[in-house]
């Protein structure tokens, strides 16, 4: 693991994304919620947020972070041949959350591809990048 002990806590948040291409009668059943595993969004949105706590667990020498903030949002396009996927992790720590924001962009489509494989083998996950991080000051204490 990289020493991080001499750093400044600050507040830090990263933002993550993308997306699994699917065919549009796949993308009906989601939307109807037709699989037959259940609800497709919520768990991958849920599927999303715990994987981003447990970053620390999956990774090697990735620090183990207590994150005070994460969300995954999943959006269909007018297109529907995909399902978009935004995950942002928020910390106030020594180290950023960048891994954890794209831990749960890829969990999140891992599970949307796992969902719905019984109905869709040409499923393809991609665009899995960083898109910002960013750090600021904590606000000075109260009093």
Sequence with gaps: MVDVTEKRVVLREAVAEGHIRMARATLQLVMADKIAKGNVLATARLAGILAAKRTGELIPLC?????THCEVELRIPPSLDRIEIRGTA????????????????????LTLYDMCKAVDK???IGGIRLVSKTKRPLPPLPG
């Design 90 to 109: 928020r910390i106030a720590a020594v180290t950023g959350v960048e891994m954890e924001a794209l831990t749960a962009v890829s969990v999140a489509a």
């Design 122 to 124: 040409r499923m393809r």
């Design 63 to 67: 620090h183990p972070l207590p994150i």
